[in-house]
């Protein structure tokens, strides 16, 4: 899908903080304060699929919680089709919880093990008081053929234990879209999965986005998935936002030494001699520098330490709308590798 | 769409259904178990008979029947079967009337308690700060009171106690350890992701604490109640056999203080041994059955019947 910057944008992060502050030793002290994310701004442009893709704890879910509200920002504001919705109240509030749902990664968690699967799936609409019975049974039916559940009387009255991860997570993505949301975020929705399976789930919310004209945001560890899905990818570490840009730039031209070495952690079958590595990753960490200095410093190997230890690199559009906070972008490719 | 709506759909009205009829058939293979439900079915009949004695002739009374014949206490005979007590009144039917009575207290005791227990637990549990240290701090004060002490206390400032002020007694004695036990399911589940996914549904907290908390914490409730009737049957035995029970009715604890008082300790054995033998079993009748729903409701032990 070709981007064009004159489509309308559905959520946007503008500049959010959020931190975690672990318990202190005392009672009422503070511990450390981790940052998750540090000053992240997207924008999420309507019918896309926007690939969050980082390494465990660099922030990517948190992320994703933040924007269905399941955290609350320190800083930084959340619009939803421009509209804030931090101050949402009332009808305002579930409109919102309607048009904003979530996928989540472990489908054997995130389906109540006491709910049949006709439970689950219809509680939203349930929840929302739309249609009467028959008109929920119509649409529960409805979404189930369209996730591949079907034929759904096969389905309706087993409870989660009698499926399988991938059913389990086809319940979950039923129960998200049965309310006909504007924007899903799937938090790693293949994580718990087996290849083959991943691959039915990654068509089914392609599907999805074709049928429903629904927005997705689809956090990742995995730039192969990010790949196969995505439009844009945006690449965070360390809760900073390191790399932005469509999923070709991303990973065909990858400017951020950091998206280099996480396309040089993909496992390559049956190509090692021909596959160009970067080799952007120090094999050991150095020092982490005292200063606000670029999060990736101490674990990259393009770093001079006279400028990156010091100054923090600000996102800077390289080329058409392909954003790198990296000061050896431009010029990264021909220099050192 | 037409075709879409002629299709005839299969959904079940109750689909729990077969997870019930799977757990029985868990249960069936648990030996205890089958004791258990098998005294209690006989406890059962027993309190479904005490209506029949009186029927027959009105000396059959529990409390007011007098055999006119007799002026003491008697052995078993034809005429009674277990006997009479010291002014000829028949034991048989004052036994009957007893595995009422102890089905009464100790079914609606516990209820009360698991009800209260649950309720109290879950909210602790899912609003968390200040309202969960109130209620767990609350529930510690009423844990740490001896039950029988206060009851007695009670009784000796108010007189004799009905039998539903000691129901409602025990029951408000009972719930902080049951509570405490629902407090910990509800925390592990609060944070679980299918609580969350009801949150971004737009799930209100009362909607989240009794549709996805509730049926997911109330197995274990009714595995406390089984054990929960055990105690509220006992407290209510050693009530009466001290005698604080209700003087008007018939319970097995109160039977014990009859033979007690009138004298009739080591002389009746005819009448001391069935109910304190009652006693017993109803309480390990309902242990049992609590520990087979125990092993129902483990998921190890379910995997490995392998139903599913």
Known sequence: MKMN????????????VKKYTSRGF????????????????????????????????????????LIVRLEKPEEGRIYLNGREMAGLKGK??????????????????????????????????????????????????QTMKSVGLSPPDDFVNRYPHQLSGGQRQRVAIARAMVLNPDFVVADEPTSMLDASISAQIFNILIEMREKFQVTLLFITHSLSAARYLC????????????????????????????????????????????VKHYNTLLPVEREASEHEGCPFFARCRVANKAKCSLERPLLKETDDSHWVACFYAENGTEKGF | MNLEKSHKRYLKKF???????????????????????????????????????????????????????????????????????????????????????A????????????VLGTAIGMVAGYMGRFVDTFLMRLADMIMVMPTMLVVLMLAALFGQLTIWTIVLIIALFRWPGVSRVIRAQTLSLKHRPFIEAAR????????????????????????????????????EAALAFLGFGDPSTVSWGMMLQWVWKTGH????????????????????????????????????LRKEAGTE
């Open chain 2, 200 to 235: 971004v549904a737009g799930a209100s907290h009362t909607r989240i604490i009794f549709r996805h908390i509730m049926p997911n914490v109330l197995p274990l409730s009714f595995l406390y109640m089984t054990f929960r009737v055990t105690s509220a049957i006992i407290i």
């Open chain 2, 265 to 300: 300790m080591f002389k009746a054995p005819y009448w001391l041994l069935p109910p304190g033998i009652c006693i017993s079993l109803i309480t390990l009748a309902f242990y049992m059955l609590g520990r087979a729903m125990d092993e129902v409701l483990d998921p190890r």
């Open chain 1, 26 to 65: 005392f009672f009422g002290t503070r511990g450390n304060e981790i940052i998750a994310l540090n000053k992240i701004s997207i924008k999420i442009l309507k019918g896309e699929i926007f690939g969050l893709v980082g390494e465990s704890g660099s922030g990517k879910t948190t992320a994703g919680r």
């Open chain 1, 231 to 274: 439009d844009r990818i945006a690449v965070i570490y360390k809760g900073n936002m390191m790399e932005l840009g469509s999923a070709d730039q991303v990973i065909q031209k990858p400017r951020h030494p950091y998206t280099k070495a996480l396309i040089d952690a993909l496992p390559k079958f049956g190509l090692s001699g021909k």
């Open chain 2, 103 to 114: 089905f009464l207290v100790g079914v609606s005791a516990a209820f009360m308690s698991i």
């Open chain 2, 15 to 101: 689909p729990w259904m077969d997870r019930l009829r799977g757990g029985w058939a868990i249960y069936k293979q648990n030996l205890l178990g089958k004791i258990g439900l098998s005294l209690l079915v006989m406890f059962a009949l027993m309190a479904i008979c005490s209506f029949i004695p009186p029927l027959i002739d009105p000396m059959y009374q529990p409390m007011t029947g007098v055999d006119p014949e007799i002026t003491k206490s008697t052995g078993p005979s034809l005429r009674h079967w277990l006997g009479t007590d010291f002014m000829g009144r028949d034991l048989l039917s004052q036994l009957l009337a007893g595995t009422r009575v």
């Open chain 1, 5 to 16: 910057n004159d489509r309308e944008t559905i959520i946007e992060l503008e500049h959010i």
């Open chain 1, 92 to 141: 305002a509030l579930k409109n919102f919880h309607r048009k904003v749902q979530m996928i989540f990664q472990d489908p054997y968690q995130s389906l109540n093990p006491q709910l049949s699967v006709f439970d689950t799936i219809s509680e939203p609409l349930v929840i929302h008081k739309i249609g009467n019975t028959e008109d929920r049974e119509d649409a529960v039916w």
